[in-house]
């Protein structure tokens, strides 16, 4: 008979800090989608066409999906988070908001970060 108690899973501090703003920041997105923007709210957004403001609501709910999973143990919300960033900077790019090469390098460092925030725990993840 072993003695030894099974240790808690314990996601790190910088991860359980980046799934909190995530779920908080996520609905806010989501938002975006339900509520027509103002004329005047449009005006300070001259490149967002109602198309994009819609993808980035889908892509607020891809993002609270995501973090619920991972929230739950679960690995397919990494990536879920994958695909939302690279669906964020595909947007991006197709709005003219980001050039491709400001595009390409933001992509490397969210998933640099993403990886990095993951990476310790994945082994417990199911």
Do not use: D, H
């Not at 030894?4 to 790190?12: D, F, H, I, L, S």
């Not at 679960?74 to 669906?87: H, T």
């Not at 964020?88 to 925030?117: D, H, T, Y």
Request: with cysteine.
């Amino acid at each position: 008979m072993s003695t030894e108690e099974p240790t808690p899973n314990k996601r790190g501090g910088c991860l359980t800090v980046f799934l909190i703003a995530m779920l908080i920041i996520s609905p806010l997105y989501m938002l975006i989608g339900l509520f027509q923007p103002s004329k005047e709210t449009m005006e300070y957004l001259p490149k967002w066409s109602q198309w994009s403001i819609y993808a980035m609501a889908l892509l607020g709910v891809l993002n609270l999906v995501s973090a619920i999973a991972m929230w739950k143990w679960k690995k397919w919300g990494a990536f879920g988070f994958g695909l939302a960033i690279a669906g964020f900077f595909v947007l991006s790019i197709m709005r003219g908001a980001i050039s491709l090469p400001g595009a390409l390098l933001g992509i490397v460092i969210c998933f640099a970060i993403l990886v990095r925030l993951v990476r310790p725990i994945w082994q417990r993840m199911t």
